[in-house]
């Protein structure tokens, strides 16, 4: 199914938002990998990017912060600042000074309105493909959504029409 996504998670005692590969960068070590993984799938982004193509993929973070620009050096990490009940209070920061970020930042609310490009991924397939090429725009939508993946239903039953010589007699004019 789609095992690993999300690959983010957002430590709530931080308020840090960092790759779940690694532990959140303010916490204690977890002690071992496993311990870290463990925290980091409670802790899961619950935001993902979709296409109308049925593309699926985690939210290419950095792109977001950053518009496209390139940090010159990417901190794994971004800080959450804000909450509340409005995806507007909320701002992604690449963190500045000693983590290696620029500084830059987005308002959540802003960049979950806004158009962005498809990873042409189906996560039940494997890993990206090398070179997307789909045109559909994805949007950031949350994991849980119902419309998030609604899959076309085709019907393999044929009801052939029912022949008698009844039936036959009514339906002629």
Same mark, same amino acid.
């Given at each position: *199914?789609?095992?690993?996504?999300?690959?983010w998670s957002?430590?709530?005692i931080?308020?840090?938002?960092?790759? *779940?590969?690694s532990?959140c960068? &303010?916490?204690?070590?977890a002690?071992?990998?496993r311990?870290?993984r463990?925290?980091?799938?409670r802790e899961a982004i619950?935001?993902?990017?979709?296409?109308t193509?049925?593309? %699926?993929?985690d939210v290419?973070w950095n792109?977001?912060?950053?518009?496209?620009?390139?940090? *010159?050096? &990417?901190?794994?990490?971004?800080?959450?600042?804000?909450?509340?009940?409005?995806?507007r209070?909320v701002?992604?920061?690449?963190p500045p000074?000693?983590a290696?970020?620029?500084g830059?930042?987005?308002?959540f609310g802003?960049?979950y309105?806004?158009?962005w490009?498809?990873?042409?991924?189906?996560?039940?397939?494997g890993p990206?493909p090398v070179q997307?090429?789909?045109?559909?725009p994805?949007?950031?939508? &949350?994991?849980?959504?119902?419309?998030?993946r609604?899959?076309?239903?085709?019907?393999?039953?044929?009801?052939?029409p %029912?022949?008698?010589?009844?039936?036959?007699?009514? &339906?002629?004019s």
């Amino acid at each position: *199914a789609t095992e690993g996504l999300p690959y983010w998670s957002l430590c709530v005692i931080h308020r840090v938002l960092y790759l *779940a590969r690694s532990n959140c960068p &303010q916490c204690p070590p977890a002690g071992y990998p496993r311990a870290a993984r463990e925290r980091a799938g409670r802790e899961a982004i619950r935001f993902v990017r979709a296409c109308t193509a049925g593309h %699926l993929d985690d939210v290419d973070w950095n792109y977001v912060v950053h518009g496209g620009a390139t940090c *010159a050096r &990417q901190p794994g990490y971004y800080l959450w600042i804000g909450g509340g009940g409005s995806l507007r209070n909320v701002e992604i920061r690449c963190p500045p000074g000693q983590a290696g970020g620029c500084g830059a930042q987005v308002n959540f609310g802003s960049a979950y309105a806004k158009d962005w490009r498809c990873s042409e991924r189906y996560p039940e397939r494997g890993p990206r493909p090398v070179q997307p090429s789909c045109d559909s725009p994805a949007r950031i939508i &949350q994991w849980g959504a119902a419309n998030l993946r609604i899959p076309d239903i085709t019907s393999a039953l044929t009801i052939p029409p %029912l022949a008698s010589r009844v039936l036959n007699l009514l &339906q002629d004019s």
